[in-house]
């Protein structure tokens, strides 16, 4: 059983920064493409960015291109969102997921992925 957990979350103001870090608890994290998605009230799960397991291959969502950065540390087991230029619709609870299935390319479908974190908070104030 993979566990995932997010922070770094927080409340900064448009125009700010903040790095979001999910640590994932197991071995095979190596093997795993990383994904995050956000939550805000009243919408729909939203896909942000995904990193395949060699960090090589990056995935984003146009709303966050050009802004929001994923990488990973594999010696840390830990995947990062770097994320500046925050706008107010930005805020949401941000939220990592990994595969089950080892080398599995990236995916901004949930249902790609079989393990998620609870989830960080971030809100931007306008």
């Known amino acids: 059983q993979v566990q995932l957990v997010e922070s770094g979350g927080g409340l900064v103001q448009a125009g700010g920064s903040l790095r979001l870090s999910c640590a994932a608890s197991?071995?095979?994290?190596?093997?795993?493409?990383m994904a995050w998605f956000r939550q805000a009230p009243g919408k729909e799960q939203e896909f942000v960015a995904a990193i395949d397991w060699s960090g090589v291959s990056t995935n984003y969502a146009d709303s966050v291109k050009g802004r929001f950065t994923i990488s990973r540390d594999s010696a840390k087991n830990t995947a990062y969102l770097q994320m500046n230029s925050l706008e107010p619709e930005d805020t949401a609870v941000y939220l990592c997921?990994?595969?089950?299935?080892?080398?599995?390319?990236?995916?901004?479908?949930?249902?790609?992925?079989?393990?998620w974190g609870r989830g960080t908070q971030v809100t931007v104030s306008s």
């Open positions: 997921a990994a595969p089950g299935v080892s080398y599995a390319p990236t995916s901004r479908r949930p249902a790609s992925y079989d393990y």
């Open positions: 197991d071995r095979t994290f190596g093997r795993r493409a």
